[in-house]
């Protein structure tokens, strides 16, 4: 079965300052997709980027980039230039079949 | 584009009584809806798979005949808390998926108070 482990609960960074969170994943699978998603305090789930494993490439959404690590089943979320309104949950999330396996989250706070 | 509502967003009711809570892809259609329940500060717990014109696939542990799924059509689907008690209180979410299946695209959730 497919896991995902987010390894910080909590993390807080200055603002205008670069952030890294970490996920990995269990998966016996070679072409899948990952995911991170952000809950700010509104709830509501909002997709921040994805990545496809077959692609080398790490992917990029203007201040989040990703750094993904097939063979050591990583995916970590970079955050640049960080805001006040990048505070939220970040969920890492590996699609299982047509589900998703959410990780635990890591609570960011962005501090002015 | 990929916009999912949830109605009602806040709901309060009475032990024992039921509540209905609805899920709608408004610009597309779902193909699969999935609802999940999240406890303050934990991660999102998958409870059921809807597909339409079909019956819903819970996970273990989830009550089948608690949470009743109904997913009529392709942009509608709804979560009913049948005999609600104050255990059940909750933030319940929605997501649904399209043509593109390994995106799901996530409704603003629905806060269930049980008093």
């Known amino acids: 079965a497919q896991t995902v482990t987010q390894s910080q609960p909590e993390m807080s960074v200055q603002e205008a300052e670069t952030v890294t969170l970490s996920c990995t994943y269990d998966t016996s699978e070679n072409n899948y997709y990952l995911f991170w998603y952000k809950q700010p305090p509104s709830r509501q789930m909002i997709l921040v980027i994805r990545q496809e494993a077959y692609k080398q490439q790490n992917a990029t959404e203007n201040r989040f980039s990703v750094n993904f690590q097939k063979a050591a089943k990583s995916f970590s979320l970079k955050i640049s230039d960080s805001q006040l309104g990048d505070t939220a949950m970040y969920f890492c999330a590996f699609p299982n079949n047509e589900k998703l396996t959410f990780g635990t989250g890591t609570r960011l706070t962005i501090i002015p | 584009g990929a916009v999912v509502s949830q109605h009602p967003s806040r709901v309060i009711c009475k032990s024992g009584t039921s509540v209905k809570i609805e899920c709608r892809s408004l610009?597309?259609?779902?193909?699969?809806m999935f609802w999940y329940r999240q406890f303050p500060k934990k991660s999102l717990m998958l409870m059921a798979t809807?597909?339409?014109?079909?019956?819903?696939?819970?996970e273990q542990g989830v009550e089948k005949d608690k949470f009743l799924i109904n997913h009529a059509s392709l942009t509608l689907s709804t979560l009913t808390v049948t005999s609600a008690h104050p255990e059940d209180s909750s933030f319940y979410i929605c997501s649904a998926t399209g043509v593109s299946s390994y995106e799901q695209y996530f409704g603003p959730g629905t806060r269930l108070t049980v008093t």
């Open positions: 809807s597909n339409e014109g079909s019956k819903a696939t819970y």
């Open positions: 610009d597309f259609q779902a193909t699969t």
